[in-house]
């Protein structure tokens, strides 16, 4: 079962909810938490683990060899992403912009852009009881962080045991990283808040959700402020809210010492009781 | 003209807020760039008037002719995106994972596959309801090549602003540290961090702090609900004063940011006034330093 947490707009709570969410389920079950944030992971400040695992995740990208090289100009043109640059007497090749595609080393007639190993950032495994937390860092530099996304998401299947639940704390926005981390989940949980804000950028995130044909559910966090609108947008379009979280600043102040907050506060707990309920066969 | 961009790393820090109120003060002495186009939000504070209009394309996709497709399968064995599938007696692309390579259409024996031009989102020139230019851009649901509709809403308010001859850009930039925010910062004078006192907040600052200094721009940082963990603000204060950021202000938690986002307003315009005066002088220093800086 896996379980995407997602948001268009940032800051809305995700990684309270999948955090909170994770700790509570996991003195039932076994559960993989992993943070695909990887540009500014925060998961991990919240789950107190022992370090089981850690691996430097590479893309591949054209190797340019110079004595192979006849400067012929095929893997200029074949690459949709300007990232080779053919000088005449050398060839560029910029690893921000290339997108692993292998055209250019493969198209190649003298086989001089063999693809090579570029490091993008680090991928850990920690392990506490029944939890598992995965992630993952982009190095700082890094422009695309869907290849980073894709490789965790690879490494938890490979330690996914069939009852498990995986939460997924997603990344914000609605652009390629959002779509890589929940287009493989079974439940999609969009957090939003009351607010302008929250409803413009919650109904960026159903669109996303449609357009990739993705079933969805809605959590309300820090419930009580703003306004109505979303809870009337949700109920005009039939979207299911599942929980709404009342505002606390006592669960911020929690939040901001890396502290959970389900086992203190008792509305919170009530929420993820809520959100338990509408998780198939829980 | 002096480019001002204001970034957060971690999202819901009140850094569109802030963004707004340095686009209300400035009045108009600056053209306003929404860089945020994953979720553009500074339009529900300003109110344009969405004048200009226009699609943007970007990035390209395959269809496969299956008129002319003899399915020997190449595209399939040769798309490291998993994006073609077979299906019966058909091969077809699956769009959420076609990253528009080409490199299908250019093997295809048959020359099945061609590559179509993706429009990926809007882009927009408004004046706003004070009476300032936004450029801002809404990027398709799914769609990829954020980056590249930033460099155009930061291009556009930058030409703007030379045509217009107006003294600064103000840009709000979108969270993360990956290519979005990579293409909000290339080219800026003057960095706003906007924080927040918690451990994610801290570690965000730091990691996208990191990448400002690769791009060697002076910053500037503001604490928001600075009251929430007095510890950690003591720590993020440490941080900036040991790295020379020019500390602006802290704000102190409070709910006249959700009350004024709610109305449609900037904080500046919900008639308090000690948070008013904070990012008052804030936009002062910020300018004093922008100016500073050339000299």
Not at chain 2, 69 to 93: Q, W
Not at chain 2, 97 to 121: F, H, K, L
């Amino acid at each position: 079962m896996k379980i995407a947490i997602a948001s268009g707009k940032g800051g809305t709570g995700k990684t309270t909810l999948a955090t909170n969410l994770a700790a509570y389920l996991s003195d039932k079950r076994d559960i993989i938490l992993a943070d695909l944030d990887v540009e500014e992971p925060n998961s991990g400040l919240f789950i107190r683990a022992g370090k089981i695992f850690e691996e430097i995740k590479y893309k591949m990208i054209p190797g340019w060899v110079e004595e192979d090289c006849t400067f012929c100009g095929i893997c200029q043109n074949v690459c949709n992403f300007n990232a080779i640059l053919n000088l005449g007497n050398q060839i560029l090749v910029y690893p921000e912009l290339c997108h692993s595609c292998y055209a250019c080393s493969e198209l190649c007639p003298k086989g001089a852009l063999p693809m090579k190993h570029q490091r993008m950032g680090v991928l850990s495994h920690y392990r506490n009881g029944n939890i598992n937390f995965v992630e993952s860092h982009l190095d700082i530099g890094q422009e695309q962080s869907v290849p980073l996304i894709e490789q965790t998401l690879k490494y938890i299947d490979s330690i996914c045991r069939k009852d498990s639940i995986v939460i997924l704390d997603s990344p914000p926005g609605t652009s390629c990283p959002v779509i890589e981390a929940t287009k493989d989940a079974d439940m999609v949980i969009l957090v939003t808040e009351p607010t302008p804000f929250g409803l413009h950028d919650l109904k960026l995130a159903v669109e996303t959700m449609m357009t990739i044909g993705k079933d969805f559910v809605v959590v309300v966090n820090r419930y009580g402020t703003g306004n109505a609108d979303v809870e009337e947008y949700c109920r005009g379009n039939n979207i299911r809210i599942i929980a709404s979280i009342p505002d606390s600043r006592q669960v911020a102040e929690l939040y901001s010492r890396g502290e959970l907050a389900y086992d203190k506060i008792d509305d919170f707990r009530r929420s993820l009781d809520r959100i338990k309920e509408a998780i198939p066969g829980n | 003209m002096k480019e001002i961009v204001v970034i957060s790393g971690k999202g819901g820090t009140g850094k569109t807020s802030l963004a707004a109120s340095l686009a209300f003060l400035s009045g108009d002495e600056a053209i306003i760039a929404d860089c945020d186009v994953d979720a553009a939000d500074m339009h529900l504070l300003l109110s344009p008037d969405f004048a200009h209009k226009e699609d943007f394309f970007s990035g390209q996709q395959a269809i496969i002719d299956k008129q002319v497709c003899t399915l020997c399968g190449l595209c399939m064995e040769k798309c490291r995106f998993n994006a073609i599938e077979t299906k019966g007696s058909e091969y077809f692309v699956k769009p959420i994972d076609c990253e528009g390579c080409g490199y299908c259409a250019r093997i295809c024996p048959v020359e099945a596959i061609s590559m179509t031009d993706q429009c990926a989102g809007e882009f927009y020139i408004s004046k706003t309801r004070i009476n300032n230019t936004l450029v801002h851009a809404r990027l398709a649901p799914g769609a990829e090549n954020s980056g590249k509709l930033v460099a155009k809403v930061k291009k556009e308010a930058r030409n703007l602003a030379e045509e217009e001859n107006k003294k600064y850009v103000i840009a709000d930039g979108s969270p993360g540290i990956g290519c979005p925010v990579i293409s909000s910062l290339s080219g800026a004078d003057f960095v706003l961090m906007v924080t927040e006192p918690s451990l994610s907040g801290l570690h965000d600052l730091k990691r996208v702090y990191q990448l400002v200094r690769k791009f060697d721009i002076n910053a500037s940082c503001i604490i928001n609900k600075y009251d929430i963990n007095p510890e950690i603000t003591g720590r993020i204060m440490d941080f900036i004063q040991s790295e020379s950021i020019v500390h602006l202000c802290n704000i102190p938690y409070s709910k006249v940011f959700t009350e004024a986002i709610t109305a449609g307003l900037t904080v500046l315009e919900n008639g308090h006034t000690e948070i008013e005066e904070l990012i008052r002088d804030a936009w002062e220093k910020i300018k004093k330093n922008v100016n500073d800086k050339n000299k």
